[in-house]
């Protein structure tokens, strides 16, 4: 009768248990019991096998045959196991198929819908684990570090590296206007607001990761004890570059519930910022008593045109008249954005970059500009703020950026520490043997003479080029290689401090240049 069972499996493939039960029932006429016995006999005769380490609602089980286990289609019946029985285990597949298919690996556990840490539950760590070994999602090494994505099972292609790079950059910039707006609107002191970071673990709350978490003395969120105030909290999550539909926030919305149904804890406004939501996105957000919002209407339409803006400009690869217009449009959003404290150094810091990484594309032809570069290599990964390649490799240039009124010895000795730590792990790759390499280190500082000093005497030690821009020498490739009205603006927002300009100078210089602006627009 064993024999049976497995017979039946072999034509059905990897099922649910409940799935083979309802067909031995149906093909042998037995009742449901019955089934269920035999199945069990089958197992411990050997000739079916339950998935070990798969834990699924009312103690459902996926059963195969040991030849089935080797098969490379067992995967994906896998995956169709686990839809039909609405398993936990789709949450993080659906979490970063809202994401384009691959994330940062330090970003998992905000998107698995698991808890990163909890006594005797299965953690996110252990569900990456999982899914990888079931070949359901694959670690990968990109530009942006270690990454986690979907396998090839899925239909839908993998969002590109660059694409990915811009939309955490955009992220970023949410996140951190997130934190200033709290702040301002007294729902959260800004010392005690935590936000996901490349490094280190992310922010938790409930046992769960999140994009931001912060304690609230909101009359509505606090509870009085013996002991004194016990805060609520504001969490967040943001998605960008992409319209959620209502299987793109089930994640979110699971690790909500998880968090509210636990025995006294704390009370706790949840948000979910993107894009834009479908209809049906929308409306569980509503019912579920959550805020799903958006850039635009949190911080306005301009700030969200900037986002827009700088998203692009990360994903052009060679620097053109496109570029300069969204560069203009992104440094115009400057004055509209300096109440929000973090979020303006970010955003100067950012387009800073993007500026470097265009001048580049423009000096030298560039056939390829990238930024935020992470270089993986065998037990560590460097990154790179832009890194620009010329046709057929020919010409390499790494470029750092640094935004310090003052660039010492020490700063640039760390650099050039990098820069030969790059140059021998680089060119022992076969597509850059040949590559003339250029570290180049750009700063709306002041570069002092020690420093000076420093690099003029490494560069006579090494085989490549170590190149210094400073505020002044900015200010000219950007003249000549930009458009003017990109290159006021450089000048205003980023060279002002360096050049030593009295408040009086600055304001009346931004009236002149208004001047000029409305003149030129007719």
Same mark, same amino acid.
């Given at each position: 009768?064993?024999?049976?069972?497995?017979?039946?499996?072999?034509?059905?493939?990897?099922? &649910?248990?409940?799935?083979?039960?309802?067909? &031995?029932?149906?093909?042998?006429?037995?009742?449901?019991?019955?089934?269920?016995?035999?199945?069990?006999?089958? $197992?411990?005769?050997?000739?079916?096998?339950?998935?070990?380490?798969?834990?699924?609602?009312?103690?459902?089980?996926?059963?195969?045959?040991?030849?089935?286990?080797?098969?490379?289609?067992?995967?994906?019946? @896998?995956?169709?196991?686990?839809?039909?029985?609405?398993?936990?285990?789709? @949450?993080?597949?659906? *979490?970063? +198929?809202?994401?384009?298919?691959?994330?940062?690996?330090?970003?998992?556990?905000?998107?698995?819908?698991?808890?990163?840490?909890e006594a005797d539950v299965l953690t996110a760590n252990d569900v990456l684990g999982s899914l990888c070994t079931w070949n359901l999602l694959e670690k990968d090494l990109t530009q942006c570090g270690p990454s986690v994505r979907l396998s090839g099972l899925f239909s839908k292609p993998v969002i590109s590296q660059s694409r990915m790079g811009a939309r955490l950059t955009v992220e970023k910039l949410v996140v951190s206007a997130l934190k200033d707006w709290l702040r301002l609107q007294g729902i959260a002191s800004a010392d005690k607001i935590e936000i996901r970071n490349e490094i280190g673990d992310p922010p938790q709350f409930g046992y769960y990761a999140w994009d931001l978490v912060a304690p609230s003395y909101l009359s509505s969120l606090t509870h009085y004890t013996s002991n004194g105030v016990l805060p609520g909290f504001v969490v967040a999550d943001v998605i960008?570059?992409?319209?959620?539909?209502?299987?793109?926030?089930?994640?979110?919305?699971?690790?909500?519930?998880?968090?509210?149904?636990?025995?006294?804890?704390?009370?706790?406004?949840?948000?979910?910022?993107?894009?834009?939501?479908?209809?049906?996105?929308?409306?569980?957000?509503?019912?579920?008593?959550?805020?799903?919002?958006?850039? $635009?209407?949190?911080?306005?339409?301009?700030?969200? !045109?900037?986002?827009? +803006?700088?998203?692009?400009?990360?994903?052009?690869?060679?620097?053109?008249? !496109?570029?300069? *217009?969204?560069?203009?449009?992104?440094?115009?959003?400057?004055?509209?954005?300096?109440?929000?404290?973090?979020?303006?150094?970010?955003?100067?810091?950012?387009?800073?970059?993007?500026?470097?990484?265009?001048?580049? *594309?423009? &000096?030298?032809?560039?056939?390829?500009?990238?930024?935020?570069?992470?270089?993986?290599?065998q037990h560590d990964s460097i990154n790179t703020g832009v890194m620009s390649v010329t046709a057929n490799n020919e010409r390499v240039e790494l470029a750092d950026c640094r935004m310090e009124p003052i660039i010492a010895s020490e700063i640039l000795g760390s650099w050039a520490d990098k820069a030969a730590i790059l140059f021998s792990r680089l060119k022992q790759e076969k597509r850059y043997k040949s590559s003339k390499f250029v570290f180049s280190f750009w700063t709306n500082g002041k570069i002092t003479d020690d420093a000076l000093a420093l690099i003029s005497l490494i560069q006579k030690k090494v085989p490549y080029e170590l190149k210094l821009y400073s505020w002044h020498d900015i200010s000219i490739v950007a003249a000549e290689n930009l458009s003017k009205r990109v290159a006021q603006r450089l000048n205003y927002f980023f060279l002002r401090e360096s050049s030593g300009m009295s408040m009086d100078e600055l304001a009346k210089n931004e009236f002149d240049e208004f001047k000029n602006v409305q003149e030129e627009d007719g």
């Amino acid at each position: 009768m064993s024999d049976t069972v497995s017979n039946i499996l072999r034509v059905l493939g990897p099922s &649910l248990s409940s799935s083979l039960a309802r067909q &031995l029932e149906s093909r042998e006429k037995i009742s449901r019991v019955a089934a269920r016995k035999r199945i069990e006999r089958a $197992k411990k005769v050997g000739q079916i096998r339950a998935l070990p380490g798969l834990t699924l609602k009312n103690n459902e089980q996926v059963l195969y045959t040991p030849e089935q286990r080797a098969n490379p289609d067992f995967s994906r019946y @896998l995956l169709k196991c686990l839809q039909d029985a609405h398993s936990g285990y789709q @949450l993080p597949l659906r *979490g970063i +198929a809202a994401r384009g298919g691959q994330v940062p690996a330090y970003l998992f556990p905000t998107f698995s819908a698991f808890p990163s840490e909890e006594a005797d539950v299965l953690t996110a760590n252990d569900v990456l684990g999982s899914l990888c070994t079931w070949n359901l999602l694959e670690k990968d090494l990109t530009q942006c570090g270690p990454s986690v994505r979907l396998s090839g099972l899925f239909s839908k292609p993998v969002i590109s590296q660059s694409r990915m790079g811009a939309r955490l950059t955009v992220e970023k910039l949410v996140v951190s206007a997130l934190k200033d707006w709290l702040r301002l609107q007294g729902i959260a002191s800004a010392d005690k607001i935590e936000i996901r970071n490349e490094i280190g673990d992310p922010p938790q709350f409930g046992y769960y990761a999140w994009d931001l978490v912060a304690p609230s003395y909101l009359s509505s969120l606090t509870h009085y004890t013996s002991n004194g105030v016990l805060p609520g909290f504001v969490v967040a999550d943001v998605i960008a570059g992409r319209i959620l539909n209502a299987e793109d926030v089930e994640y979110f919305i699971a690790k909500c519930h998880s968090i509210k149904n636990k025995p006294n804890s704390r009370p706790f406004i949840a948000f979910l910022i993107a894009d834009w939501f479908r209809k049906d996105a929308l409306s569980l957000g509503r019912k579920n008593g959550f805020v799903f919002t958006t850039p $635009k209407n949190l911080f306005g339409n301009h700030f969200a !045109q900037t986002l827009n +803006a700088i998203s692009q400009l990360l994903q052009l690869k060679q620097a053109n008249t !496109q570029s300069s *217009g969204l560069i203009h449009e992104t440094l115009s959003s400057f004055v509209l954005t300096e109440h929000l404290e973090h979020t303006s150094f970010l955003l100067k810091s950012i387009t800073f970059e993007i500026l470097v990484g265009h001048c580049i *594309g423009a &000096l030298h032809k560039t056939s390829m500009v990238t930024f935020d570069i992470a270089h993986n290599f065998q037990h560590d990964s460097i990154n790179t703020g832009v890194m620009s390649v010329t046709a057929n490799n020919e010409r390499v240039e790494l470029a750092d950026c640094r935004m310090e009124p003052i660039i010492a010895s020490e700063i640039l000795g760390s650099w050039a520490d990098k820069a030969a730590i790059l140059f021998s792990r680089l060119k022992q790759e076969k597509r850059y043997k040949s590559s003339k390499f250029v570290f180049s280190f750009w700063t709306n500082g002041k570069i002092t003479d020690d420093a000076l000093a420093l690099i003029s005497l490494i560069q006579k030690k090494v085989p490549y080029e170590l190149k210094l821009y400073s505020w002044h020498d900015i200010s000219i490739v950007a003249a000549e290689n930009l458009s003017k009205r990109v290159a006021q603006r450089l000048n205003y927002f980023f060279l002002r401090e360096s050049s030593g300009m009295s408040m009086d100078e600055l304001a009346k210089n931004e009236f002149d240049e208004f001047k000029n602006v409305q003149e030129e627009d007719g």
